[in-house]
């Protein structure tokens, strides 16, 4: 069984650069999109990028600016980094493996999920 | 801002059945996928594809989609599905590949 476990500062203050590291265990990290995703208190969620094995990568718009998503060398684990936080990145910060299916109707969903690691801005 | 609509809330009495509801242009080309959040819990995957289940999800959940809309329904819902349902899919204008639906509150009565 595949297990996900983010990791990192519970506090960060504004301007400064959340990092955050997502380790994956029981399983590959091979022929997947390793996914980071956001829930700020009381609201929906939020796609913030990810990285496929081969170290490509994709992020939300909103956010490309400021995120960097890479993966370990020795790929058992991978990380976000979000620059220049404000008040507004207060969230649960989750990691989630993504499985993309090609056809006529494609689709993608994430499958394992970590459990979340709530991380505030503020001084 | 999401592109996938939900209503905010429905309730269900207990045993009866609910259909969750999502719409968006790109539901017209990509099937969405469905998760169950309960309070302080990671989302859970529910349905995925064109109606697949997780192992471990109960028959009750299945999926469908017509045009614009996918839809959730719970069939029998029990005390235990009472919890906030997102739909999931990609952005129809491509540069947003993965975005999230609004939310939909289901209250067991």
């Known amino acids: 069984q595949v297990q996900l476990q983010e990791s990192g500062p519970g506090l960060v203050k504004p301007s400064e650069t959340l990092s955050l590291t997502c380790t994956v265990s029981?399983?590959?990290?091979?022929?997947?999109?390793w996914t980071w995703i956001r829930q700020p208190p009381g609201k929906g969620l939020e796609w913030i990028g990810y990285?496929?094995?081969?170290?490509?990568?994709n992020y939300n718009p909103s956010l490309k600016s400021r995120v960097t998503i890479s993966l370990d060398t020795s790929k058992t684990h991978f990380s976000l980094e979000l620059s220049s936080v404000t008040a507004a990145d207060t969230a649960v910060y989750y990691c989630a493996r993504c499985i993309a299916v090609a056809g006529n109707h494609p689709y993608w969903y994430f499958d394992f999920w970590g459990r979340g690691t709530l991380v505030t801005v503020s001084s | 801002s999401s592109e996938l609509t939900q209503d905010p809330a429905v309730s269900v009495a207990l045993g009866q059945t609910v259909r969750i509801t999502c719409q968006g242009d790109s539901l017209r080309i990509y099937y969405a996928t469905w998760y169950q959040q309960k309070p302080g819990q990671a989302p859970v995957l529910v349905i995925y594809g064109k109606n697949n289940r997780p192992s471990g999800i109960p028959d009750r959940f299945s999926g469908s989609t017509s045009g614009n809309t996918a839809s959730l329904t719970i069939t029998g819902a029990q005390a235990e599905d009472e919890a906030e349902y997102y739909c999931?899919?990609?952005?129809?204008?491509?540069?947003?590949?993965?975005?999230f639906g609004t939310g939909t509150k289901v209250t067991v009565l």
């Open positions: 999931q899919s990609r952005d129809s204008s491509d540069n947003h590949p993965y975005v």
């Open positions: 029981g399983g590959s990290i091979s022929s997947y999109y």
């Open positions: 990285i496929y094995y081969s170290g490509s990568t």
